[in-house]
């Protein structure tokens, strides 16, 4: 049993990577109910949901870790210069992002950056902070607040999971609180290093303790449903893909 105090070694997370690499959201739900995980624990709200659907390769699915941070609105008054205009206002901008704004540290490959945001309408996740986290090997994004940028993100085919989609910008709005903590998103506590799974269906958490159990029991589930998909490919003519393979 994995021990949810230490980060996990490469040599952990390539095989839970191997372990959970095809599995669906259906697949690893099943897998949490083998556990007496029923309900709607670890399984996310269903309005945090994907930006978008690729229909043909399945890119918005990812699967991977989460690399925790949590955002908190200010409550601090908007000083903005005396002498507004761009050059005064970018600097206030930057001057903001510097000192009252953040993101997750050390970003590993296989990492899912999950953002709380509770009602914050700010568009904290955009076009260029999503391409930077994918940069440094993150493959996905989850947060309860919403992104901006949408089109560019869309296009960047960068899984972003959100409630909802945003316009503005941090400075004045809200404020970086921490990072590598617990986080509540989408009605699920999420820890640094649990396993996270999204898909058309939404979004899925693994605890640290059971991710191998619950991988090993998502996998006999899926091999059912392939095999039973399979013989009704058969019998209506439908030629095979890769969700039976």
């Not at 372990?19 to 709200?45: A, I």
Request: charged share 30%; with cysteine; proline share 6%.
């Amino acid at each position: 049993m994995l021990d949810p105090t230490e980060p996990l070694t490469d040599d952990e997370r390539n095989e839970l990577l191997e372990l959970y690499e095809d599995l669906r959201v259906t697949d690893v739900s099943d897998g949490l109910d083998f556990f007496g995980y029923g309900y709607e624990l670890n399984r996310m709200n269903p309005d945090i949901s994907p930006l978008y659907r690729d229909m043909d390769a399945f890119s918005h699915r990812f699967v991977g870790f989460a690399n925790t941070v949590r955002f908190l609105p200010t409550n601090r008054r908007r000083e903005l210069p005396e002498e507004l205009g761009f050059e005064t206002v970018v600097e206030w901008r930057n001057e903001w992002y510097g000192n009252r704004s953040g993101g997750p540290e050390n970003v590993r490959d296989g990492d899912v950056i999950v953002v709380e945001a509770h009602d914050i309408p700010v568009g904290i996740i955009g076009s260029m902070n999503s391409l930077t986290w994918a940069a440094d090997g993150a493959v996905g994004v989850v947060t309860n607040g919403g992104p901006r940028d949408t089109g560019e993100m869309i296009k960047q085919d960068v899984p972003i999971y959100a409630k909802t989609i945003n316009k503005t910008i941090i400075p004045g709005r809200c404020e970086f609180d921490d990072t590598g903590i617990p986080v509540n998103v989408g009605g699920c506590l999420v820890r640094p290093d649990d396993l996270i799974v999204g898909d058309g269906d939404g979004v899925i958490v693994v605890p640290q303790e059971i991710t191998h159990e619950v991988g090993q029991a998502a996998q006999r589930e899926q091999s059912a449903d392939q095999d039973a998909r399979h013989e009704y490919y058969e019998k209506l003519g439908l030629e095979p893909d890769f969700t039976l393979e």
